[in-house]
Structures are given as C-alpha cells and as structure tokens.
C-alpha cells in the first residue's frame, strides 16, 4: 500500500511559536492531502486539506503546504496555543486507489504546546 | 459534527464470544468505513463499504467481517474475539473524500 511517513513523533513548543509537522508519501498519483487533529479522547476531525492543483493552502493560523515533486506536505501551526496540543495525523489515498474515497494514515505526530 | 453514531460506545467481553458494532450515518454518503487505532499504529483500515452490500478489505481485516444491507449502517463483527482485538474502533463516513468520523467504540477482549 502507500507508504506514508510523518515527522516528528512528538513536538513540544512554547505557547506562541510556530509548529510544523511533516508527511512524506511514495505515490506520485495521489491527489489529495489532508489533516486531522485528535484531541485526547476524542475523535479525529479534519482541520485543513489540500488538493494536487495548488501548493498551499491557509485557514486562519493553520496551514499546508504541497510539494508534488519532492513528494512531500506539512502542516503549519502559527501563534501556537495550549488547546493547539493533540495529536496530528496526516493522510493520503493509497496505491491504485481509483475511487477517491480511501485514506492512508501515517502514524501521527503529538503536539504539546507548554503556557 | 457529522451525523455519524456508533454503538454501542463501550463494550467489554471474552476471548471467544461474538461482538458486532454498528455504525449509523444520517448524511446519506456513500463510502463508510471501519479503522481500529491502536498506540503506535495510527489509524489502520479493517474494512470499508463504497455501496449497499459492495464492502471490500483493508489493511488488517482478519478476524473481521463487515455488512452494509441499508446506506445509513454499516456493521462490522467480530466472530470470535481475540484479545488483540482490544482497541479503539471508529467508523467514518464520506463522499468526495473527505473523511469524518464517527465518536468511536472502546472495546475491551478479557
């Protein structure tokens, strides 16, 4: 299936900096990228996406951006705050996937962001 | 969120004894799914359904079986379980790919 990698596992920051998490993928078909968060206990829910036509996209302090030829795309978090702290998955639809629908997870990163 | 339910949200049983988990969706999608989420696993795929009664198997689906009969559930079953079937289950939903999740089941295997 597809190979999806994410980076860090865990990040700490300061309230206020920025956090940036990364996925990398082995299949240059794929088309969509998205991102959930997790809260502790709670379901995953997605947050932003992108599609393969544009090269970033932003929602207030959150961001992502796509590069196609690396094979890459991270998620960006500006003026971090402690409700900013969960787990961040990464997704991508996986090899041959001809409907759209299914997703590869990678296997999360988890944020802290200390007051 | 969603209009996506599963049940039951808890649930603790023997090795050996069936379980099944029911997803109900009332936003009329098309595609439903079935991940497990384990610590160090992220989200990992047991089944999904692109249909009423089209299901087909994802990355971990041994142990498991899945029936779609109405567009809104979508169970899945556990024949005998096992206690590495001890997890977290959640279902989601989509349509044009975004997916969105259902509040997830504990499930416990003693």
């Known amino acids: 299936g597809e190979n999806v990698e994410q980076h860090p596992s865990t990040l700490s920051v300061q309230e206020g900096d920025s956090a940036v998490i990364k996925c990398t993928y082995s299949d240059s078909a794929s088309n969509y990228f998205p991102w959930y968060k997790q809260e502790l206990g709670k379901r995953p829910q997605l947050i932003i996406d992108?599609?393969?036509?544009?090269g970033e996209k932003k929602d207030q302090r959150i961001a992502v951006t796509l590069n196609k030829t690396a094979k890459h795309f991270s998620l960006h978090i500006t003026e971090t705050q402690p409700e900013d702290s969960a787990v961040y998955f990464c997704?991508?639809?996986?090899?041959?996937?001809?409907?759209?629908?299914?997703?590869?997870f990678g296997e999360g990163t988890q944020l802290t962001v200390n007051p | 969120d969603a209009g996506i339910t599963q049940s039951p949200r808890h649930k603790v049983t023997e090795t050996g004894t069936p379980v099944t988990l029911r997803c109900h969706q009332t936003e009329n999608h098309r595609y439903m799914y079935w991940y497990r989420q384990d610590p160090g696993h992220g989200l990992r795929l047991i089944h999904y359904s692109y249909g009423v009664k089209d299901t087909d198997k994802g990355e971990v689906s041994d142990g498991y079986s899945v029936s779609r009969s109405k567009t809104e559930d979508f169970l899945l079953t556990l024949e005998s379980a096992t206690s590495s079937q001890t997890s977290v289950y959640f279902c989601a939903i989509s349509e044009l790919g975004e997916q969105y999740f259902g509040p997830g089941t504990r499930l416990t295997v003693t």
């Open positions: 992108i599609r393969s036509n544009v």
């Open positions: 997704a991508v639809p996986p090899l041959r996937e001809t409907s759209g629908s299914r997703l590869t």
